[in-house]
Nanobody
Framework: QVQLVESGGGLVQPGGSLRLSCAAS????????MGWYRQAPGKQRELVAA???????AYADSVKGRFTISRDNAKNTVYLQMNSLKPEDTAVYYC???????????????WGQGTQVTVSS
């Protein structure tokens, strides 16, 4: 069984920083792309940032220059460094990964449980 476990959310003042982590564990053969999504109250879930196995990245326009996604393939972990946070960044942040479990050729899409990020003074 494969699972993603997130950590690092919390309450921060505008202009502050937070670092989110997401570790994949279980019976894993390989991990392809990993990413972070967020969902604010009353809004649809949106892609924040994504990173390939080789390290290529993509960002939502709203976070470019402020957020940085990275990954440690040896630890099956993806990170999201969030700087210059704004109140509009407030949301539940979800980790996502395309994972091929052991003993199968299928690549499945997995989600973490979500971690709350609140930006407020």
């Amino acid at each position: 069984q494969v699972q993603l476990v997130e950590s690092g959310g919390g309450l921060v003042q505008p202009g502050g920083s937070l670092r989110l982590s997401c570790a994949a564990s279980g019976s894993i053969f390989s991990i392809n792309a990993m990413g972070w999504y967020r969902q604010a109250p009353g809004k649809q879930r949106e892609l924040v940032a994504a990173i390939t196995t080789g390290g290529s990245t993509a960002y939502a326009d709203s976070v470019k220059g402020r957020f940085t996604i990275s990954r440690d393939n040896a630890k099956n972990t993806v990170y999201l460094q969030m700087n210059s946070l704004k109140p509009e960044d407030t949301a539940v942040y979800y980790c996502n990964a395309a994972i091929r479990p052991r003993f199968t050729s299928a690549v499945n899409n997995y989600w973490g449980q979500g971690t709350q990020v609140t930006v407020s003074s």
